[in-house]
């Protein structure tokens, strides 16, 4: 091997090191730990959103029809129902994006 072989290898694995570390550098551990906060955040609002409007609904169903809490309840357990499907759908939307990103990765490892 040469010395310019060397140098031309040398270059070649800086360039892929420079390209695994992404524009940032080593800021794509706390960019990826303040995303998972946000899903977070955005799963509880949903489930908070969903019980909140039902026991909007159910309340003044009640105050219209003049029951006791009968609608509110039916509601609140509708409404907690509806937040834990959205929950569940936004989880598998992480899930399956991170997956992907995941398999992307691998397959670069794979390529090289």
Same mark, same amino acid.
């Given at each position: 091997?040469?010395?310019?072989?060397?140098?031309?290898?040398?270059?070649?694995?800086? #360039?892929?090191?420079? @390209? %695994?570390? $992404?524009?940032?550098?080593?800021?794509? +551990? &706390?960019?990826? +730990?303040?995303?998972? @906060?946000?899903? #977070?955040?955005?799963? /509880?609002?949903?489930? =908070? @959103?969903?019980? !909140?409007? !039902?026991?909007?609904?159910?309340? $003044?169903?009640? =105050?219209? =029809?003049?029951?006791?809490?009968?609608?509110? /309840?039916?509601?609140?357990?509708? !409404?907690? #129902?509806? !937040? /834990?499907? =959205?929950?569940?759908?936004? @989880?598998?939307?992480? &899930? *399956?994006? &991170? *997956? %992907?990103?995941?398999? %992307?990765?691998?397959?670069?490892?794979?390529?090289?």
């Amino acid at each position: 091997m040469t010395d310019t072989d060397q140098k031309q290898k040398l270059r070649e694995l800086e #360039a892929k090191i420079e @390209a %695994a570390k $992404g524009p940032s550098g080593g800021k794509k +551990h &706390q960019e990826e +730990h303040y995303s998972m @906060a946000n899903q #977070a955040w955005r799963m /509880v609002t949903e489930l =908070v @959103a969903g019980i !909140g409007i !039902g026991f909007g609904i159910g309340y $003044g169903l009640d =105050v219209l =029809v003049g029951t006791t809490p009968l609608f509110m /309840v039916l509601f609140i357990l509708l !409404g907690l #129902a509806a !937040g /834990v499907n =959205v929950m569940m759908r936004t @989880a598998k939307e992480i &899930q *399956e994006t &991170q *997956e %992907a990103s995941q398999g %992307a990765t691998e397959g670069d490892k794979d390529g090289d």
